[in-house]
Each structure stands twice: as C-alpha cells, then as structure tokens.
C-alpha cells in the first residue's frame, strides 16, 4: 500500500513539473508579446 502511494506521488510530481514547464513557456510567450507591444506603444 505504501509503496502505491509513494507511485502514485512519484507521478503527481512528474505531471506537475511537466504543467509547470508549460506554465513557464506560456509566460515566456506573454513576456515576449508584451515587450514587442510595449516596445510600439512607447
């Protein structure tokens, strides 16, 4: 039984650090528009 929990946690954490890398790309994306915008703005 603990040994499926300590599985099961071992694949949140995988999944989670795959959403953050996207999470991270994503905000790299908003980062760069937002500078190409403020950049024509200003």
């Known amino acids: 039984m603990i040994a499926s929990l300590r599985r099961r946690i071992e694949n ?3 999944e ?3 959403k ?4 991270r790309e994503k905000q790299r994306e ?3 528009l937002y500078g190409k915008l ?3 703005v200003g």
Do not use: H, M, P, Q
């Open 20 to 23: 953050d890398e996207v999470i």
């Open 16 to 18: 989670l650090a795959a």
């Open 30 to 32: 908003i980062n760069r």
């Open 12 to 14: 949140l954490k995988r």
């Open 38 to 40: 403020a950049s024509r």
